[in-house]
């Protein structure tokens, strides 16, 4: 008997069915209303400047010029904010993140994930994929229970789902991955974790040359779960092996992966290759190189490239000491490094940071955007996510020229806000 019983089979059907009944008729006098106009729209696909966007209730229904907007008459309850040639951006969306400002995922508590949501919307994210490391079976689905548990409640961005980093990685290639939670493939244990997710697996981080690999895959490809390679000493037919298999998307480019060699392209290899082979980047100047994020732009579809922070527990957070993982770590020059051994434990990067650390190596500001809206929308195939078009969820982030936070939208929610004339609600 397939493990994708009917049960499992009617939670994508049921939920492609309830994003179909939420979105909202255009038009319908009831809704709230909210224009935004005076902006450079940014919208996940074209740059265009001095335009204004119309929501209506959690749904965006309309993008035009400024020109349009001074000709157009509003209905009376129609909120109208200035944005005073701010840039007006889809809402910028996180698909790997730990934790927070203090919080994360190895908290194992929906108190933790909902605090996460709160201080990432001040951040100017709208959207992200708490994502897990490799733990015991037991912590791993607590954790995964938390944050189903706190899917729904959300006061700032929305959990799109779970991100698994791991269990099914490399032991050569671990980073600060920790060894003794680090598994072979198996079937049966992905099947409990899925079902403790209750369909809500997103994405998952796979080392394609494991044994068994393509099983997984498989399993994967039926209920729904972007797989993306990453913590991987695969060599470059390992690599292409997953690619016929399924796995399309890749973790974290250039780190925790097999290096490029000559005679054997290996994992870093295969991305720069193929161009269909998307992957994650760490825009802080200290994972990658600012010359290989250029190359990388220069050789493969800006379409396929998401920005990602991988930004761990302490992120922003204020007091000491600072644990990650359940380990104490270290910030220098913008970097957490374990304390007992000094190894790059990951990144206290912000997405905002990133946008604003792409566009300053010279990546086109709306190739940037791309890249952390409308490329992980896709690539994770989220409906109606990560443009400003109508017909599209309403989410939205407004950045200051200097890429301050001003204003975060969460499905029609004012959920942050720097504007004074803008409503606390839609």
Do not use: W
């Not at 952390?372 to 690539?379: E, F, V, Y």
């Not at 017909?391 to 806000?417: C, E, H, P, W």
């Amino acid at each position: 008997m397939s493990m994708l019983d009917g049960k499992t089979a009617n939670f994508f059907y049921n939920r492609s069915m309830l994003d179909t009944m939420m979105a909202r008729v255009p038009g319908d006098s009831e809704m709230p209303k909210l224009c935004i106009h005076n902006g450079t729209v940014l919208a996940g696909y074209a740059n265009m400047p001095d335009s204004a966007v119309l929501i209506e209730g959690a749904d965006l229904v309309d993008v035009f010029s400024e020109r349009r907007f001074q000709q157009r008459a509003f209905s009376a309850d129609t909120k109208i904010v200035d944005a005073q040639q701010s840039y007006i951006l889809p809402g910028l969306i996180d698909t790997h993140i730990h934790g927070f400002a203090g919080h994360g995922t190895e908290d194992l508590t929906p108190e933790s994930i909902l605090a996460m949501s709160r201080d990432l919307a001040r951040y100017g994210v709208t959207a992200f994929c708490p994502t897990l490391y490799p733990m015991s079976e037991a912590d791993m689905i607590k954790a995964i229970k938390a944050i189903v548990q706190a899917m729904g409640h959300e006061e700032g961005a929305a959990i799109l789902g779970i991100h698994l980093e791991g269990p099914f990685i490399s032991p050569e290639r671990l980073g600060v991955q920790r060894a003794e939670f680090v598994r072979p493939v198996d079937i049966e244990l992905m099947h409990r974790l899925f079902e403790a997710s209750e369909g809500h697996i997103t994405n998952m981080t796979v080392a394609p040359e494991l044994k068994g690999m393509r099983e997984l895959a498989l399993y994967c490809a039926k209920v729904g779960i972007v797989l993306q390679a990453g913590h991987t000493d695969a060599t470059y037919e390992n690599m292409i092996e997953g690619m016929q298999a399924g796995i399309r998307h890749s973790t974290h480019f250039f780190n925790a992966m097999s290096r490029l060699h000559h005679r054997n392209p290996n994992a870093v290899g295969a991305i720069l290759i193929q161009p269909d082979l998307s992957c994650e980047i760490i825009a802080d100047g200290k994972h990658v190189h600012p010359d290989l994020i250029r190359l990388l732009v220069r050789d493969k579809p800006d379409t396929n490239i998401v920005l990602v922070t991988d930004s761990l527990k302490p992120t922003e957070q204020k007091n000491y000491p600072l644990i990650a993982n359940h380990e104490e770590v270290i910030k220098e020059d913008g970097l957490f490094f374990r304390k007992i051994d000094h190894v790059i434990a990951g990144s206290s990067l912000t997405m905002v940071n990133g946008l604003k650390n792409l566009a300053d190596i010279g990546i086109p500001l709306e190739t940037a955007v791309k890249m952390a809206t409308s490329n992980p929308a896709r690539i994770l195939r989220l409906p109606r996510r990560g443009e400003l078009s109508p017909g599209y969820r309403a989410d939205l982030t407004i950045l200051g020229k200097d890429f301050s936070v001003l204003a975060a939208i969460v499905g029609g929610n004012v959920v942050f806000s720097k504007i004074s004339s803008m409503p606390s609600e839609v």
